[in-house]
């Protein structure tokens, strides 16, 4: 499904409620985004590079068909001083059960907004075999922290992902911060 995809951009605006695939320009451009990040494409998947984790370089998918985020191996490797939430079982576009453990994610940094406080999954799903990424730290980022923003847009074309920051963004006591 995700090769029809290339070429265009994924419009998720929780603001509105409603997930759009157009070109960019029809789909408003680039206006009203605070943040615009530069992604890699692997295999059809757009990786954002420029994202860290409690100081730990962290490669970022965003991805729509996971509720929550998942956080591979070696992700877990460097954050063992995190806080454990317990135990989560998955289950991948397979139909395959992944279980693993829970953690606290402290601060993820995008560009210049930060999500706080987040739950991450850890597994060793198959996505990361597939995209290479078993060996550094990498991080699906799910539907529960997406829809903290009030849009985000995933540009295929252009290689880019676009985030608009709800106007409580700049609270401290919120779960993400812009700076």
């Not at 990424?133 to 923003?149: H, Q, R």
Request: charged share 25%.
């Amino acid at each position: 499904g995700i090769d029809s995809l290339q070429g265009q951009r994924v419009l998720l605006d929780f603001k509105k409620q409603r997930i759009a695939v157009d070109d960019a320009r029809d789909l408003g451009g680039n206006r009203g985004y605070e943040i615009i990040v530069k992604a890699r494409e692997k295999l059809g998947q757009l990786i954002i590079t420029q994202a860290e984790i409690n100081g730990v370089r962290t490669a970022v998918l965003v991805d729509t068909g996971s509720e929550g985020t998942v956080g591979n191996p070696a992700l877990l490797q460097r954050l063992q001083r995190s806080k454990q939430l317990g135990e989560a079982q998955m289950m991948d576009v397979n139909g395959a059960v992944l279980n693993g453990p829970t953690r606290v994610g402290g601060t993820l940094q995008i560009g210049r907004a930060s999500i706080n406080n987040f739950s991450i999954a850890f597994a060793d799903a198959p996505t990361f075999r597939t995209l290479g990424l078993t060996n550094e730290p990498a991080l699906i980022l799910g539907m529960s922290e997406l829809k903290l923003f009030n849009r985000v847009a995933i540009d295929f074309q252009q290689r880019r992902i676009l985030f608009d920051l709800p106007s409580s963004a700049s609270d401290d006591r919120d779960m993400m911060r812009f700076s």
